[in-house]
């Protein structure tokens, strides 16, 4: 492996250059060289050029690829900073040039489907755990990479670009990953903390991106603060028995990627999970709003995915459930919010 | 025959038997076994962080447990100055502790000495008694004397004793990756995982080793079996050490992983029994002790750091699966397992191994009359679980050469991390369980058991697991038709995971479904006193002994097969 000859200096990748891969990228390059790979040529020129990608400044240590190869040889630490709809193809278009002494941390909010060929979430409308993947379980499965860790937490891309103070969490089973990306990332600014339940923190990442849909649309509809205070309580609750189904730990759900993150999220008029559920309210339709999104809101496709879990797993989370018909039934919100109402849920806390 | 084994007759890889690692380590023992004791102790007091205070408190806890192993549970084999060298490292802990006058430094040092004195005497404990002339002699006893037997029972009258016709290899079929481990064992060091359902295990895997013309592989042994003089004649003679699981505080602990990585580095081919003792429910290990397993990876990890990076310092994993129709403490074992699940009776270990008597018993009769055992080996793999190729080269999954030095790279370097290692530990152990489900062979007696209790469980849809082994046996019944179907439903499964690597089984599982049924009843458990299946007059199936059933049906659990039902 001649890439290893230390007299080059090493890169810090970052696969990505949507608002949070930007924002991460500039972070990074507070104190390390940075290579993004960008896969439009254009884009990567104008990074290269003008220090700036799509509108978004760059710091001057960070340059572009679109070679994967060439990302793989000149860094040894890998950000993927990718949705989650084309997750996986990335991550396949790199597995090749990627080895075992690679580390890479991703910040992907969202769940891949680990399907036969031939089979989409229509056609088997029911799936297992072991049908769903998060990223991690993406790169694991992909490629031949082990040390991997992700990163989630309140991260609003238009804050930390302004930047303003924030913390987020890397998860990793490999404390190696997590001390890595302290070291990178930690400055006056941002605060770094560690998890070793990596699945936990990658399920709370997700599932509150649900929610915060949610949030939007009593904002939409006008509601106040106590409906907020209700959903966002009784939302971590349902999160913690869905994060438990699929594996995470609830002290994950309880820290800075679950509860943390909620609450970010469910106030943040930036969150675009936040607008749909908001424009939703406002009476637009999901096909109206989704065509006038520049970026991804991942909640959407997480919500189908989670329906399609609870078909399976014997467990009720009726604000996910509601939200699903609200997007694809063509329930009306405000009968969405009656059932939610009029639901027995009679215990407050019943998970510690 | 419709089974048709190769027969194949291996040449010793290392004709010299002065090639044999185990031979060389067996020469250098005192040094080997200095050198482990040092080790031990550098562990030790890193993991005490050189700290007095808690290296004193680790020698008193040690000391107070030994102590009390002594008074409490006494075996044949200890040394009878046990209970003078505790007592020794007792008087000298009072001693410095008391004494006055004594700076810190000084102190360290005498806990030291003590330390050392500690993990001198359990590596000396541990190490093997190896010698190249008891392993020759005990391979042709047992070679000789098992087909003596043999061809007695076999070929019929006096001068079958002399005959030849057949050998062990008819009895135990070795089939899998044979020429594969063959290879690697010339190159690097090979450790082989093997389930462990039985005692007779141990010496059924070394003679499996001596017929593949391997040199002696080193395991670790229970030092219980060493109590029983037949087996420790075996045991010394095939380059076991002795692993003491009454001995649980952590200088034994680290002394143990210190002598298996210091041996594997040392080149010896090792031979560990992942699951740690034999699978009290019958099912495959699914749950690994870890604890010797990671030594494998420190080893390799201890290798490239040493500059090893060709495939000489290359350490492979095969994991082997051990498949019997009968397994001779089934009874005992099931019990144990149902008593620590159920947490009703008391536990009381009851071996059937108790004695040489019983052994040799229980060897008359698995030779006299017919139980086949198959013994599958599996494709090797680097200590992540990466298959390897011809050439010991790891492969990912894509098929594409990756080296295994990248694993443990941080910074460019090959890095010292516990904690990575633990992980990779985990890795190891899941893949070792995966494997262990392809490479399984199933049995017509494991499908039998399988679907017998299954259907048992069917009928009785309302009750739990202990009130169903509860269930009088003579309210049991299967009508031989729905059985039958059962089995077909079950095979065809099995048949469908094999076409995907999943499972594999045995030739005799081709022939018609009524010939499987009934040679799977014949052998399913066919020891037992109680039998695991039996058939009434009316060709009805019953059971008279519902734990044993549990017990054989366990071996085919982990495949998703009781969905069928």
Known sequence: MDSKNSTKPKYIGVIGVGSFGAAIANILAAKSLVMVYARKQEVVDEINASHSAQGKKLSENIIASNDPEQLCKSCDVLFFMVPSSGFQNVVRTFSPFLFPYHLIIHGTKGLCLNLKEGETLETVKKIKRSQILTMSEVILQETVAVRVGCLAGPNLSKELAQGQPAATVIASKYNEVILEGQSLLRSEKFQVYGNSDIIGVEISGVLKNIIAIASGALAGLGLGENAKGLLISRGMVEMIHLGNALGGSIKSVMGLAGIGDLVATCNSVHSRNFSVGFRLAKGESLDAILADMDEVAEGINTVRIIKAFLETADLRAPITENLYRVLFEDLEIEEALQFLMKYPFNVDVDFV | MEEKYIKHKYEPIHPSKDEWPVVKLARERKEFVKKVADLSEDRILKLTSNNPDILKEELETTLYREKLRIKQNPWVVDPDDDGSFWSGVKSSLVQISTEAGRNKVKKFQEYKSVLNSI??????????????????FTRSVVTYGFSRLLNAARVKGFKSIFSNQYTLQD?????????????????GTVVMVPTHFSNLDSILIGWVISVLGLPPFIYGAGLNLFNISIFAYFMNSLGAYKVDRRKKNLMYLETLKTYSKEAIQFGCHSLFFPGGTRSRSGMIESKLKLGLLSTAIEAQRANFENGLNDISGKIFIVPVTINYHFVLEAPSLIRDHLSITGQERYYKENDEFSNSYKISKFLIKFFTKGSDISVSVGKAMDVLGNYVDVDGRSLDKHGRVINTRDYFISDGKVSVDNQREEEYTNMLGKRIVEEFHKINRVFNS?????????????????????????LPEEEISIPYEDFKAGCQLVLDKINELKSQGLINTAPHLSLDMDEIIKRGMENVGMYHAKRPIIQDNNGDIGTDDMSLLYFYHNRLTGYGLEKLY
């Open chain 2, 171 to 187: 009895k135990i079929q070795i089939t899998g990756e044979t020429d594969q481990l063959r290879d690697l064992a010339t190159k």
């Open chain 2, 446 to 470: 494991h499908l039998v058991a399988f679907v017998a209790f299954e259907m048992i469980k069917k009928q009785n849809r309302k009750l739990d697991l202990f009130d169903l082994l509860r």
């Open chain 2, 119 to 136: 993990t001198a005497r359990y590596a000396e404990e541990i190490a093997s008694n190896f010698k190249a002339t008891h392993y020759k």
